[in-house]
């Protein structure tokens, strides 16, 4: 080798380093000609990546993740519990990522692709899962300071049992094999008193059973047997209820299992939940909707990150629901049901309509989307602060130039539903109870408001 070409090697090398880039890239950048950089590609051979094809293909530089390599495969677990691969993840120099699927066409991404990213582990199961895994490879234990090699480590070796249908890395497909090939005794329905206390213990000392779903609310995973079917619940639980803060906590997970049946019967899809007490505490147990049967997982996806990922503005779900239909990613029945479910849950007085609480699914790998089932929904302007119980002034108001303001009449008599239902219910606090009379008053003063039609006989 001459020493021009070494030097020219060199320069092309150190550019790759920084972006993947087109042949016509690298000529404008470099000065170079078209046959000098194809030369000089074809003669570096293995350590230049070459990425798509014809007139849309890129060349760069792999980034090895910490000793795990730069190729993670991508699969898929369907409702039959069989798995299916999607494609290959390559990490690659100027912390990029490129998505070789097995259908469709290839993608370069300057973070995780949205996909993935959404696997990212939040909330307390999250914080127990980093905290599980993170000395063992050498990842930071505290959640905050994962950055994006942190997950993809985490996902592609401890990632078997994560939300959603999608496993990422052969370790953690053969992790799930290895599941499924073990004998996994589920919880009879009738012994959930006395063994849900032992998974809340399990919780509260930092190792929830079960996958990391998101969340603030302490909770676990559990498979529970039931007349011979199989269901994957998520359970949140409250503190002991001779705390104020755990009477607080329990009653806010009896209003929650109240507003699922509520907008269930509405017409909405939203989980199916149940309400258990046992030593001391209430648990809501809700039904999983992206697992089915004991082997089978369904897709999902946080609004967080289809939002962020086409739109980034994160501002509201009524303002999200209109941008999804708009661009022909929603259908309008969905979107008036997530605008709907917005307009409720304001009404109820669920200040924490953030974009990870409500999930989509995505239909046929196409960037369409279906709503998923509501969870979450509940009074969480109440929620306790730390070892305090603060009153809280509840007002709802109505916002006359929304997008959902048709929505509002029929939102309302099922919002006076709610609060009458969680008033009369004895499983809540009396103090509590008298909170929920004066808001249905409150939401009762909203009938006939500015540019309000009578709301549906309730």
């Known amino acids: 080798m001459n020493l021009r070409q070494e030097q020219n090697e060199k320069r092309l090398l150190s550019y790759l380093e920084n972006r993947a880039i087109s042949s016509l890239g690298l000529q404008d950048a470099l000065g170079f000609s ?28 792999a980034r090895d993740i910490r000793g795990y390599g730069y190729e993670f495969p991508v699969y898929r ?51 127990a899962f980093a905290h599980r895994v993170g000395e063992h490879f050498r990842i930071p234990v505290r959640l905050q300071y994962w950055n994006d090699d942190h997950v993809l480590v985490a996902l592609s070796s401890r990632g ?3 939300m959603g249908n999608i496993i990422v890395g052969n370790e953690s497909l053969g992790r799930y094999m290895e599941r499924a090939r073990q004998s996994y005794e589920a919880i009879n329905i009738n012994d959930r008193s006395g063994k849900y206390p032992r998974l809340v213990e399990a919780a509260v000392g930092g190792d929830p059973p079960g996958s990391s779903a998101a969340g603030e609310q302490p909770k676990f995973a559990a498979l529970v047997e039931e007349s011979g079917e199989l269901r994957h619940v998520l359970v949140k639980f409250s503190p002991v209820i001779t705390t104020s803060v755990g009477r607080r906590w329990a009653d806010l997970l009896v209003c929650e299992h109240i507003a699922l049946d ?27 909707f992206d697992r089915t049967g004991r082997f089978g997982r369904l897709p999902m996806l946080s609004l967080f990150t289809i939002d962020s990922e086409f739109f980034g503005f994160l501002d509201d779900w009524i303002s999200a629901a209109s941008r999804l239909e708009n661009n022909g990613m929603l259908s309008e029945g969905d979107a008036d049901n997530l605008r709907w479910l917005s307009v409720f849950g304001s009404l109820i007085a669920n200040n924490d309509q953030h974009f990870g609480n409500m999930s989509l699914i995505m239909e046929d790998g196409r960037r369409r989307f279906s709503l998923a089932p509501a969870y979450d929904m509940l009074p969480m302007l109440y929620r306790p602060q730390e070892d305090d119980v603060p009153r809280r002034t509840f007002d709802p108001g109505i916002d006359t130039a929304s997008q959902a303001l048709a929505l509002w009449p029929d939102a309302l008599g099922w919002a006076i539903r709610f609060w009458d239902a969680v008033a009369g219910d004895h499983r809540i606090s009396e103090n509590f109870r008298e909170v929920c009379r004066e808001n249905s008053e409150i939401v009762r003063g909203l009938i006939g408001g500015p540019q309000l039609l009578s709301p549906k006989t309730v």
């Open 34 to 61: 078209q046959p000098t950089v194809s030369r000089l590609i074809k003669s570096l051979g293995s350590r230049v990546l070459k990425l798509g094809r014809a007139r849309a293909t890129l060349y760069a530089l």
């Open 262 to 288: 509520l907008i269930q019967e509405r017409g909405i899809s939203a989980a199916k939940s149940r309400l258990l007490e046992a030593e001391g505490r209430y648990l809501l147990e809700v039904i999983r």
């Open 160 to 162: 078997e049992d994560l």
């Open 77 to 127: 677990v369907t409702e039959t519990g069989d798995v299916v691969p999607l494609g290959n993840l390559l990490t690659l120099q100027g912390n990029e990522y490129w998505w070789a699927p097995v259908k469709g066409k290839g993608e370069l991404f300057d973070h995780l692709p949205w996909f993935i990213q959404d696997m990212r582990p939040d909330g307390f199961m999250g914080r």
